[in-house]
């Protein structure tokens, strides 16, 4: 049986006792710290994966909702399209056939009970109206109404001459030619017919 003996003295004994090995300590801390940061790392991993899949989802129902959202405001689009060329066709019409209009009405307030036309042109920027009248005073009268509308600017002499209608009454015919205002001088005329505040 062998026996070790320590003869140092007991204060040289107890300060080896109390000496630290630094890299022994140092290797059991760097074993025990690798499991909690293996495991920390895989925490983290997990709930970052979780993070960016909720956000993946939120972005894919964005990218539907304005997929959705492009579909309906090209329909709305298409839509306006079709309103504003039927706008333009409203503006074009009115262009043309607000003066003729206007013309009819025109026509029609200053026809007298006892005349009646037998023809009525329109063309761009002129009316040519032929008819029938008792006398050739109707006939002033008629032209004189016409006058008044906003829409006629000018009214030529008329052309008389009496005929027999039907073989047993004598009546005037008559034929004259009026010009037409345009869209712009009718709104000119409107504005400065209304009175000002």
């Given at each position: ?49 979780q993070?960016?899949?909720s ?28 309103d ?27 026809l ?86």
């Open positions: 049986m062998k026996v070790k003996l320590d003869l140092r003295p007991r204060e040289a004994i107890m300060a080896a006792q109390k000496k630290v090995d630094v890299m022994r300590l140092t290797a059991l801390t760097l074993i025990c710290l690798f499991p909690l940061m293996a495991c920390a790392s895989l925490v983290y991993g997990f709930l970052l994966s993070e960016l899949t956000q993946v989802k939120s972005l894919s129902l964005s990218v539907e909702m304005l997929k959705k959202r492009h579909a309906d405001i090209s329909e709305n689009l298409a839509a306006l399209k079709g504003l060329e039927l706008y333009r066709k409203a503006v074009a019409f009115a262009k043309d056939e607000l003066p003729a209009l206007e013309c009819l009405s025109a026509v029609e307030a200053a007298l009970d006892v005349m009646w036309l037998s023809r009525l042109e329109i063309n761009a920027g002129r009316a040519m109206l032929q008819g029938y009248a008792t006398t050739e005073g109707e006939i002033v009268e008629f032209a004189r109404g016409l006058l008044a509308s906003p829409v006629i600017s000018n009214v030529d002499l008329p052309v008389t001459r009496r005929v027999k209608r039907d073989g047993m009454v004598d009546v005037v015919e008559f034929s004259l030619n009026c010009s037409l205002r345009n869209l712009g001088d009718l709104r000119g005329g409107v504005k400065g017919a209304l009175p000002e505040k």
